[in-house]
């Protein structure tokens, strides 16, 4: 069995996995993260107990305990060297947490690049060449190649959401205007959304919207399965969009595998069919075998165990 | 020593490459693509015979001859799986060539992979992720990791030229439109170069372009060192075009070297230093050690090279 940590910017969700791998039991508290680290690693460590406790697991049971933390990571060395939502510069990860598990190897990896090794785990099937993508609050992007975790030279590559979708556009959070995560993410449907409902304040969108309190990803997507013609057309841009970019991904990499994951991707093939036939209009060249398009199938879990799976690599 | 073997869609180039490695002798002839494969081949052989006697060396100096050829490629069977511009299908190159040297490896590989490839031999010194783009008619690019040449799951990965710039954008030859070739190939320095002086019929660009009797990718670029106003701001929004699309491959892949090649790469620093400083600006994270950007060495001969050090492996 595994430890995995999925560490984010507001919280700290620990599971205990098993070898199918399902999560067993988890547990999770806020991540507070103006805290020194020291502190954070132990409220790590307190919820590993827990999750062992309630999964009927001891430490002896634990083949390896696996970190995923946003930010560029040495997995090397197990250190988080910057993390712009934790704000964090030089974290040792591995030595901190080591403390408390003197015995067993802990992985640190990006948690994006966790995700999708994860992903490729379940299913993978060993693809020589494997690409994960998210779509959340921004894009996440995880590549696996002849097996391994793709990092580039310095830890941070895979950053596939920031890669141009619209030179001079959109503003996005990484500096650079236009990238993808700033049409494609579901931050960027939000304000998709949210424009649609202002222009077509009688849609079903607009009440929809307004019966929720809030505009969420999911808002034109309910609407326009209902019929609404603004949604729908807010949907089909938005997928255009995510479409574009994995275009993109497929001409650099031909991959024998591509998932896309995140929340939006629970729309299951209502999001998969045209972007399969976007695909096949526009990717280059006409080379079989081509790449095996899926939605992800972990989801939430995907950040555990992908960690937990990655912590003995 | 080694032969390789340049063949593109107007001209079959073949050289005879020493361990240096450099050209030592070279000879070519048309490539005449309409005609049956089989003759095409002869030619490369007759070629072949021809450097080696010109460069003293008989076949048993050949440790082995690499040939770079458009399109999709099995080099693992050595066939051209798809060659638009040669209007090739699943031609069986190693075995056709093997006809007249049947004791010596033969290697088939993509031309922009292995002009990357000989540029990793060269400037890579070993690197562990090298990325070549080669700055053209097209764009083309070449990934080497881990020491290979990275071909994807179908051999027709590395298409760095056909991911977008603009979404919508510009036409394409790919078809999709909106390509980074679209805006950063010699082709469509040219276009903008031409607009530019469409609209400028006065400036100095527009006078060496007809003491020139054509338009060519150095117009702009020499009439901005003069001082034509108008032709720097052709050069300075090229310069942003192919340094974006630099960008999107250092935050996909953050290799340790990046290549710039291709007949424009010659510009040298001055193609380089803004390039350098736009990259600096806008490539995400902030996490050392950078990316090490530099200028093609190889230029012309890229492609023979490549091919020729890319035969055995």
Redesign the interface.
């Known amino acids: 069995m595994f430890l995995g940590i999925d560490l984010g910017g507001t919280n700290i969700a620990v599971g205990l996995v098993d070898n199918t791998p399902k999560v067993v039991s988890n547990a999770s508290c806020p991540t507070d993260s103006g805290r020194p680290y020291q502190e954070i690693v132990k409220d790590m460590a307190d919820l590993c107990q827990k999750v062992m406790a309630e999964g009927g697991a001891t430490i002896a049971d634990i083949e390896g305990i696996g970190i995923g933390s946003p ?2 990571i040495d997995s090397k060395n197990g250190v988080v ?2 993390a ?1 939502n934790l704000g964090w510069e030089n974290v040792p990860l591995r030595t901190e947490l080591g403390k408390y598990f003197p015995n067993i190897p802990i992985g640190v990896e990006n948690d994006a690049n966790a995700a999708a090794y994860g992903e490729y785990v379940v299913n993978g099937h060993g ?3 494997f690409v994960a993508i998210t779509l959340g609050t921004g894009i996440g ?1 995880g590549i696996v ?2 097996k391994k975790i ?11 959401g ?6 001079g ?1 959109e503003p996005c959070t ?3 205007p236009g990238c993808w995560e700033a ?1 494609a993410s579901v931050t960027a449907l939000i304000r998709q959304t949210k424009a649609a409902i202002a222009a077509n304040p009688d849609s079903l969108m607009a009440k929809l919207a307004e019966d929720a309190g809030k505009v969420s990803g999911r808002t034109s997507f309910d609407a326009a399965k209902q019929g609404d013609k603004a949604a729908q057309e807010v949907v089909d841009t938005y997928i255009r ?1 995510v479409a ?2 994995i ?2 991904v497929i ?6 595998t591509l998932v896309i994951g995140g929340g939006i991707s629970k729309e299951g093939d209502y999001l998969l069919t045209p972007i399969q036939k976007y695909v096949d ?2 990717t ?8 095996k398009l899926m939605i992800a199938t972990l989801f939430n879990d995907a950040g555990i165990i992908g960690a937990a799976l990655a912590s003995t690599l």
Chains 1, 2 share one sequence.
């Open positions: 930010g560029s060297l910057y712009n693809s020589d060449s992007g190649l002849d793709y990092r580039g030279h310095n830890g941070s590559g895979g950053e596939l920031h890669t141009t979708l619209v030179f556009g990484c500096g650079k049409y969009y574009e970019g275009v993109n001409n650099i990499f031909q991959p024998e209009t526009y280059y060249g006409g080379v079989e075998p081509r790449t």
